[in-house]
């Protein structure tokens, strides 16, 4: 069972992997960026379950935190504005 | 029993994660992408970490409560950012897309 959900999520990973190498426009590829980040959220959330140990959800919690400022700094970088308007 | 309860929920969160991703090679455009994507790895995100807060003990359970409560603020605003940015770096819009509202705005 829990291999079965490893290899639904290396598989949705794959296909984001192919969304950020074929995306025709850079939006599609921080779109796939963005996606990726949060599956290793649920990865981390998966060995949390198998090892029972907490700090494996410290660290998901860190790579949302960077995922979701990763993507508003190159939203704001594609809308062409500075990073303090 | 609790076990089985938390499996159940990451088996729904893994296959919605799984549809999201087929709907963000799938679909033809930016904002399409978006919308399938973000809506269904969010929602599948939240179930597999509901797993892991029924499965638990407290110290999982806490960490992943506020995981929950921060990745269900932090999708669809970073989502909303993204779209805000395309449209307004100029990426158009599908042929077939009938309805577009920014453009009627500026008019």
Redesign the interface.
Known sequence: ?IT??FT??L??CF??L??ISRGP?P??R???I??LG??V??FC??V??IT?L?FY??I??SW??L??IG??AV??F???KGFDE | MREILSLCFMLIGGLFNLFGCIGLVRLPDVYNRLQASTKCVTLGTCCMLLGVLISGPVNISLKAFLTIIFILITGPTAAHALSRASIKSGIKLWEKSVVNKMEEEKK
Request: glycine share 4%; charged share 15%; aromatic share 12%.
């Open positions: 069972m079965f959900l639904l999520l598989f949705c296909l984001c192919y969304r426009s939006a599609d921080v779109v796939g963005d996606i949060i599956i959220v649920n959330a998966i949390s379950f029972k907490d959800l410290n998901a919690l949302a935190l995922s979701f993507t508003i939203s704001k594609l809308e062409g």
